[in-house]
């Protein structure tokens, strides 16, 4: 009977979605464009050299020595492998979803075992510092101190869901942990040893690492574009606004304004439209706003849920770890944000360059150019790569 009701759902959902994209045209093509966009602009081009250079990491062996050497820290730390170092640095390098292509990953080379998989998946996904400074502080809130305060604390949440979730799986039987003592040239010796497993030429290596990449941000695309459409239908047949009065009591419990109710429940799908529309909220203080916007880049919205579960399919990781870590961030992160606000935001005076310091990481100005260089120069990098992905798949046609 359960699993007919969600037959039922399933197919009434998608069915009532169709009717309303021929119902509705015009915003369907707003939604699509957006999202579009998105990838386009941002998304394809930040994510893909990080994808490459991760493939080619890891058959080259390289991973496997960050593993031997970062093991005394991670193991006792998060309870996975010195491999999750790898994953959680590239994670918070490059963003969403590259915490759960990279763990997928190293699931299907068995490099880790299924419970230190979705361990890792739970915490090493998070939006990158460009994201958080460019598109939200610079680009929405027009405050560039601002993005200190919520990379904090995105990043101390994060790492607070690695210790909790540290705890997960402590009954289920999972494969000893290797005790070794540290040694690097025990380390050089398993990067030789996976460099020979390898019996691809480099030029196939590469090859292949492109195509791994761009066929996953292809669908990393589909999904942007599908939650951005679905989003601009849901306020178009007035969805937003029925659920919107009913979050409101929510915030009321947290004395904040009923304002946030829209961005809020747009952020529960799309994160960058909810923290743009945060940022526009009136009749509330920064600190409100900041709250909010951690909250929403924390749970990181359905989207990219989507995105996380679509690529652990083909392994055997379960999506509930994942979910759980979300949860558990979207509760530290404002916590975070609110006893760090002080600290790092009203006394930021005191972080603030003078005339006679010496500049160590440029002004502040270059995140707004860094992002200004990424919107304008994404799409050529993306369309060469695209140009790039079919030519390789000619080729490789042709050779069959």
């Not at 500049?359 to 790569?385: C, E, H, K, N, R």
Request: charged fraction near 10%; charge should be positive.
């Amino acid at each position: 009977m359960q699993a007919k009701l969600k037959t039922a759902l399933l197919a009434s959902s998608i069915t009532f979605l169709t009717a309303s994209l021929i119902a509705n045209p015009q915003a369907s093509l707003e939604g699509s464009i957006r999202g579009l966009d998105m990838w386009w602009e941002v998304v394809f081009p930040s994510l893909l050299p990080f994808f490459i250079v991760s493939e080619l990491l890891i058959g080259l062996g390289v991973v496997s020595f960050i593993g031997v050497v970062l093991e005394p820290l991670m193991r006792p730390l998060f309870r996975v492998p010195g491999v999750g170092a790898f994953v959680w640095t590239m994670g918070m390098a490059s963003g969403f979803p590259s915490g759960a292509k990279l763990s997928a990953r190293l699931r299907q080379t068995k490099q880790i075992s299924r419970i230190e998989a979705e361990r890792l998946v739970s915490f090493t996904n998070s939006s990158n510092p460009l994201f958080i400074f460019g598109a939200v502080a610079v680009g929405f809130f027009h405050n560039p101190n601002l993005g200190m305060i919520l990379a904090a604390s995105h990043y101390i949440s994060n790492f607070a869901v690695g210790l909790f979730m540290r705890f997960y799986g402590a009954n289920e039987v999972a494969p000893p942990a290797p005790h070794r003592p540290f040694s690097l040239r025990y380390a050089f010796d398993m990067l030789h040893e996976k460099r020979l497993e390898e019996k691809r030429p480099i030029g196939k290596l590469i090859g292949d690492a492109i195509v791994s990449s761009i066929q996953t941000l292809l669908m990393v695309g589909g999904f942007i574009i599908l939650f951005s459409v679905v989003n601009k239908m849901l306020a178009v047949i007035h969805f937003t606004d029925a659920a919107s009065s009913i979050i409101q009591y929510i915030l009321a419990a947290f004395q904040l304004p009923g304002s946030f109710a829209a961005p809020l429940l747009s952020g529960l799908f799309e994160m960058t439209l909810g923290s743009q529309m945060t940022s526009q909220t009136g009749h509330a203080t920064l600190l409100q706003q900041a709250m909010i916007t951690s909250f929403i880049l924390a749970f990181s919205g359905l989207s990219i849920h989507a995105q996380v579960a679509s690529i652990i399919a083909d392994t055997d990781i379960r999506f509930q770890p994942y979910f759980i870590g979300r949860i558990i961030q979207s509760i530290v992160a404002p916590i975070c944000t609110y006893f760090l606000w002080q600290p790092l935001y009203e006394n930021a005076h005191s972080l603030r360059p003078h005339d006679h310091d010496i500049p160590v990481l440029g002004p502040q100005t270059d995140t707004l150019g860094a992002w200004t260089a990424m919107t304008s120069y994404g799409p050529i990098i993306t369309l060469a790569f695209l140009y790039i992905y079919v030519f390789l798949l000619f080729r490789r046609r042709r050779a069959k």
